[in-house]
């Protein structure tokens, strides 16, 4: 909640304080490198700590972090504190699938992982029409704190939310990660397929999404309510579309429902690039992002399946890892592509890029996957 409101609302903060497309995607990028450098000392946290001191650790940064970037508003602050930002929140990405993992059991994992990512985009939900409304609300009823402007106290009270986290995560009893080597994990067979597979993916991920709602604003010219309705429409799609990702893949098959999800995607994109209307926008937007969310229950429970339980957490880390840096990539690039080409060919390129991940996940067809075929053995059992 207190995220999806912070992240919602920021972009478009730092575009009233003079930032642009460009500059936005250095930040992005920046958070990115932030996650590309986290990720492995994550995993050996985790192994070290235990992943609950580790998720404690992530909720103190974020907050200390996030809270300051809401105040310190010049070009090098934000890079700095956005670097630091990618840190806790790899941290957060390398924690969550093993700490998944080790609470449910091969048969409850599939829809465990739906459960977390269609909670966490319903509470984003929320987060989508507060972050639209509350700015608005908040500069007729300011004058106890007139020194901020209505969009920093938004943005400040959301790191308070942030905090709200900390109780129940002390209350989680897990054991320490016993991950041998991250080394281990990202040199498997099965890593050495996946993971240029889903870098490609990171591509696509990381190249729009970071800059829909300064597209809404910008490219249709939507309003800020009308955006966070958008938003929030979006987020609840995406909590019906991840609950019933697990009979898509049960009818289609994990493979095969990953590569048409992004096939899907992939056509909205280019449909989103020739769209010129708020309302036919949203409606595009909110049909890629479904398509988008769909697949990724199946992604996490495709490499926790295809590894060890011993390599869990450094193929965690090393997913992490291998996606900080498609983004980092996507970021910068998409920042600049927008800026200079406009929106309608950078969405073009990206859906073509959004093809080509689609192909490489279908090639995995042609590789035997060890955990898959024992898992379609143990269900003809």
């Known amino acids: ?161 942030v905090g709200v986290g900390i109780w129940p995560t002390a209350k989680l009893r897990l054991a320490r990660s016993d991950s041998p080597s991250v080394a281990t994990a990202f ?31 910008r490219h249709l010219h939507m309003t800020l309510p009308q955006i966070g309705d958008a938003f929030s429409v979006s987020q609840i799609s995406q909590v019906g579309a991840v609950l019933t990702a697990p009979l898509i893949f049960k009818r289609f098959g994990l493979l095969a429902g990953i590569v048409y999800t992004q096939i899907v995607g992939a056509f909205l994109l280019f449909t989103l690039s020739a769209i010129s209307s708020p309302l036919a926008g949203a409606v595009v937007y909110i049909g890629f992002t479904t398509f988008q969310w769909m697949n990724e229950p199946g992604l996490y429970s495709l490499l926790m399946n295809n590894v060890s339980p011993e390599e869990r957490g450094g193929a965690a880390a090393s997913n992490t890892f291998i996606i900080a840096i498609s983004q980092a990539v996507a970021a910068a690039i998409a920042g600049e592509a927008f800026s200079h080409f406009g929106y309608p060919l950078a969405l073009r390129g990206i859906g073509l890029l959004a093809l080509l991940a689609a192909a490489l996940f279908w090639a995995l067809r042609n590789h035997p996957l060890p955990g898959v075929l024992h898992a379609f053995e143990m269900e003809e059992e």
């Open 1 to 161: 909640m207190g995220l999806s409101i912070y992240f919602f609302l920021f972009n478009l903060f730092l575009i009233g304080h003079g930032y642009t497309e460009k500059t936005l995607g250095l930040l992005t990028s920046a958070m990115a490198v932030g996650n590309l450098v986290g990720a492995i000392p994550a995993g050996r946290l985790a192994q070290r700590l235990g992943l609950r001191q580790v998720l404690l650790a992530c909720f103190l940064l974020a907050i200390v972090v996030f809270s300051a970037r809401s105040m310190l508003l010049g070009l090098a602050s934000q890079i700095s504190l956005a670097f630091i930002a990618g840190i806790a929140l790899a941290a957060w990405a390398v924690c969550i699938p093993p700490t998944v993992a080790q609470l449910t059991d091969e048969q409850q994992r599939p829809l465990a992982f739906s459960l977390v990512f269609s909670l966490g985009i319903g509470v984003s939900a929320a987060g989508g029409l507060l972050g639209g409304r509350l700015p608005g609300w908040l500069a007729n009823h300011n004058a106890l704190f007139h020194f901020l402007e209505p969009d920093q106290l938004v943005l400040l009270l959301s790191c308070c939310i």
């Open 187 to 217: 040199f498997s067979p099965f890593m050495l397929r996946y993971l240029p597979a889903i870098a490609v993916w990171s591509l696509v991920t990381g190249s729009f999404s970071p800059f829909a709602n300064v597209y809404f604003r």
